[in-house]
């Protein structure tokens, strides 16, 4: 049986995973069209390109939101518990 404090870090351990790997994704949508060489350099967007940086900045604010809300839970639990 795994000890009750290694029990209590998966969840945050999970949730703070999978919005660092959110983040992440919403970068590289954003970055992609550029990296990959489907938006020409120097031409007006695409559609394709402007399709691709809204759903990344999306993705990437929404991850960062939570990570910022995972942050500010943190810090009340830390002053109303913490020594």
Do not use: C, E, K, S
């Not at 870090?9 to 949508?29: C, E, H, I, N, Y």
């Amino acid at each position: 049986m795994p000890h009750p404090i290694a029990r209590a870090l998966r969840t945050p351990v999970a949730a703070l995973l999978g919005l660092v790997l959110l983040a992440l994704l919403g970068g590289w949508l954003i970055a992609a069209p550029f990296a990959l060489g489907d938006q020409p350099r120097g031409a007006a967007w695409t559609a394709a390109t402007r399709t691709d940086v809204a759903t990344g900045a999306a993705l990437a604010g929404v991850a960062l939101l939570g990570l910022l809300g995972y942050l500010a839970a943190a810090v009340a639990w830390l002053a109303r518990y913490g020594r």
